[in-house]
């Protein structure tokens, strides 16, 4: 069965106090697990059954069918572009290419937290590789890089659902704890080496 919710890649506790086991719970246990079933239900004896989530996301046209085939691959994303051990430097071939295309990690660090902070309404913020070079990508509510034929190597989710237990309407907050101390830049510079 391809369409089956992934396991989270550590416990619900561990990106505490950043982001609370009861922000995941809800978000894993209840939104994510929530787009992974009407996925298996709406592609149940359809010509997707056997696809993954992220390959229906690339070839869906729009609808609902591609709104829960991208946001159960974007959580999955989500999830393993945060680590308990996030946070610090990039290093290796990533961090030249940040330097290369942003001017430092710092720089990047600036912008990801401006695009992340000013997104309007619901959706995501990426780092993505476009051909040879990095840049910063926004989609809107479901939509996803994949959908638009880039390489997506960290994400932070902006829907409210993320951070309004532990932020109610602090989002700044909630980027400046993603940028600072989640993100997975060691998952993100294996992805760029791919
Ligand atoms: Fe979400």
New binding site residues.
């Given amino acids: 069965m391809t369409i089956a919710l992934p396991p989270l890649p550590y416990p619900e506790h561990a990106l505490a106090p950043h982001i609370s086991a009861r922000t995941l719970s809800f ?1 894993y246990g209840r ?1 994510h697990a929530g787009y992974v079933a009407r996925l298996a239900k709406l592609t149940a004896g359809t010509d997707y059954e056997g696809l993954t989530p992220g390959e229906i996301a690339a070839s869906a046209p729009p609808g609902t069918l591609f709104d829960n085939a991208a946001q159960a691959w974007n ?1 999955d994303f989500y999830w393993h572009s945060m680590s308990p051990d996030g946070g610090g430097d990039p290093g290796g071939a990533l961090a030249t290419a940040l330097d290369r295309d942003f001017g430092s990690a710092d720089a990047f660090r600036a912008e990801l937290t401006a695009a992340a902070c000013s997104k309007f309404g619901s959706g995501w913020v990426w780092l993505v590789k476009d051909g040879s070079g990095l840049r910063i990508d926004s989609t809107d509510n479901a939509d996803t890089p994949l959908a638009h034929g880039l390489t997506p190597l960290l994400t932070i ?1 902006v ?1 409210e ?2 951070y309004y237990l532990d932020y109610q309407n602090d989002r700044a907050a909630y980027v400046d704890a993603f940028v600072e101390h989640l993100i997975d830049w060691e998952a993100a510079a294996g992805r760029f080496a791919d």
């Fill in positions: 978000h939104h959580h989710d829907w659902h993320a």
